[in-house]
Nanobody, 125 residues
Framework: QVRPLESGGGLVQAGGSLILSCAVS????????VGWFRQAPGKVRELVAAITWTGVSTWYADSVRGRYTISRATATLTVYLQMNSLQPEDTAVYSC??????????????????WGRGTQVIVPS
């Protein structure tokens, strides 16, 4: 499989915004999903947002719902994560991953099995 490739991380002040990009290689449009995960130092990796490639279904963790928006551009095979109102607790390595998934299972973290290398997001306190 071709690994996803993340970009767009960096340092942003609290209250600011950042957009991450994930370039993917889509093989089966109807059953494909992309998720954004994050792992803060000393913490378990968590799924924060996910989208089916059809765009019909999205999923958000409670910690980011209302602040983050996931979207995809089918023409460029890119999935975006718009992050607003960033706080120090959002500091983490953000990775995207792909899965065979349906609308019902798009938020199931364990099914994501093709990972990018990640991009660092830092929100100083």
């Amino acid at each position: 499989q071709v690994r996803p490739l993340e970009s767009g991380g960096g340092l942003v002040q609290a209250g600011g915004s950042l957009i991450l990009s994930c370039a993917v290689s889509v093989r089966a449009f109807a059953t494909y999903a992309v998720g954004w995960f994050r792992q803060a130092p000393g913490k378990v990796r968590e799924l924060v947002a996910a989208i089916t490639w059809t765009g019909v279904s999205t999923w958000y963790a409670d910690s980011v719902r209302g602040r983050y928006t996931i979207s995809r551009a089918t023409a460029t095979l890119t999935v975006y994560l718009q992050m607003n109102s960033l706080q120090p607790e959002d500091t983490a390595v953000y990775s995207c991953a792909t899965a065979e998934a349906s609308s019902r299972t798009v938020g199931l973290a364990s099914q994501y099995n093709n990972w990018g290398r990640g991009t660092q997001v830092i929100v100083p306190s």
